[in-house]
T-cell receptor
Framework: KAGVTQTPRYLIKTRGQQVTLSCSPI?????VSWYQQTPGQGLQFLFE???????NKGNFPGRFSGRQFSNSRSEMNVSTLELGDSALYLC?????????????FGPGTRLLVL | GNSVTQMEGPVTLSEEAFLTINCTYT??????LFWYVQYPGEGLQLLLK?????DKGSNKGFEATYRKETTSFHLEKGSVQVSDSAVYFC?????????????FGTGTQLKVEL
């Protein structure tokens, strides 16, 4: 089975621009979660989508948004980029059954904001 | 709220040494506990997990026991190898309320030398 894929792998943007990142989950997985990883704040939960609905949300400003399509692929969008948005953005997929199920992570998209 | 505390790194060991990375947690309910590993330039890989008190997770020589009385989930390995050099993250997921939201510790970098 193919793993979680994320595109693009690297991205350079300037302040004020917007960016869209994509995540394709493992086949059959209906839950996709997004995390931001920075040296200062570590790994922080952004949001989770399950069956095209946002099921959980972390403490990030409204500039961060996401969506999920009927094939479970997910995108996240960051508008009006700030320097502090430079980070590794990771997505994770799972069946969505909850409990102690495992989430499988993709390789991440590294975003640099200049 | 939920939180995970890990020992500060980096931890530097000689090959074949014994490894312990401490992890304690605070949670309002009964979480599942996880250890993830991140190799340079990659996403997170699940190392092991435990879903209830006294469960022992194990994989590739690594072990961790879910201790509810001490709210701990320390990672151990009897004999480390150079290939174990990576960053290790302890994480928890609440089982109540549904959804997938992982709360991570700050990560502990392990360096294994010959």
């Amino acid at each position: 089975k193919a793993g979680v894929t994320q595109t693009p792998r690297y991205l350079i943007k300037t302040r004020g621009q917007q960016v869209t990142l994509s995540c394709s989950p493992i086949s059959g997985h209906r839950s996709v979660s997004w995390y931001q990883q920075t040296p200062g704040q570590g790994l922080q939960f952004l949001f989770e989508y399950f069956s095209e609905t946002q099921r959980n949300k972390g403490n990030f400003p409204g500039r961060f948004s996401g969506r999920q399509f009927s094939n479970s692929r997910s995108e996240m969008n960051v508008s009006t980029l700030e320097l502090g948005d430079s980070a590794l953005y990771l997505c994770a997929s799972s069946t969505g059954q909850g409990g102690g199920e495992t989430q499988y992570f993709g390789p991440g998209t590294r975003l640099l904001v200049l | 709220g939920n939180s995970v505390t890990q020992m500060e790194g980096p931890v530097t060991l000689s090959e074949e040494a014994f490894l312990t990375i401490n992890c304690t947690y605070t949670a309002t309910g009964y979480p599942s506990l996880f250890w993830y590993v991140q190799y340079p330039g990659e996403g997170l890989q699940l190392l092991l997990k435990a879903t209830k008190a006294d469960d022992k997770g194990s994989n590739k020589g690594f072990e961790a026991t879910y201790r509810k009385e001490t709210t701990s989930f320390h990672l151990e390995k009897g004999s480390v190898q150079v290939s174990d050099s990576a960053v290790y993250f302890c994480a928890l997921k609440e089982l109540t309320g549904g959804g997938n939201k992982l709360t991570f510790g700050t990560g502990t970098q392990l360096k294994v030398e010959l």
